[in-house]
């Protein structure tokens, strides 16, 4: 079990900023690949992003890439996704997830099938 907690969510204006962090627990997760999904009301769970054990892989999906970063920091056990130029449509419940599967693709890890374990959600809300 990799326990997954989701901060930093929060009620923002169209326009705005926001960084989300997931902090892991335990001594491995550094051999943990992790991603970002979202999931709007009414909508199924969408990827967000990916990053890779050593960050060297790293994967966007379109409607987000150029306005977040996912990034992680192996020495705090944390993860995290800024989001800048923030849009009504990104209003949703934020997840992080974990996998210690590795994929020779990393756009592999944009299925929500490639992780094992999840968090609770974090609530973005952009108003308009």
């Known amino acids: 079990q990799v326990p997954l907690v989701e901060s930093g969510g929060g009620l923002v204006q169209a326009g705005d900023s926001l960084r989300l962090s997931c902090a892991a627990s335990?001594?491995?997760?550094?051999?943990?690949?992790m991603g970002w999904f979202r999931q709007a009301p009414g909508k199924e769970r969408e990827f967000v992003a990916a990053i890779s054990r050593s960050s060297g892989g790293i994967y966007y999906a379109d409607s987000v890439k150029g306005r977040f970063t996912i990034s992680r920091d192996n020495a705090k056990n944390t993860v995290y996704l800024q989001m800048n130029s923030l849009k009504p449509e990104d209003t949703a419940v934020y997840y992080c997830?974990?996998?210690?599967?590795?994929?020779?693709?990393?756009?592999?890890?944009?299925?929500?099938?490639?992780?094992?374990?999840w968090g609770q959600g974090t609530q973005v809300t952009v108003s308009p």
């Open positions: 997830a974990a996998t210690p599967r590795t994929f020779p693709i990393i756009r592999s890890y944009s299925g929500e099938y490639a992780y094992d374990y």
């Open positions: 335990g001594r491995t997760f550094s051999t943990y690949a």
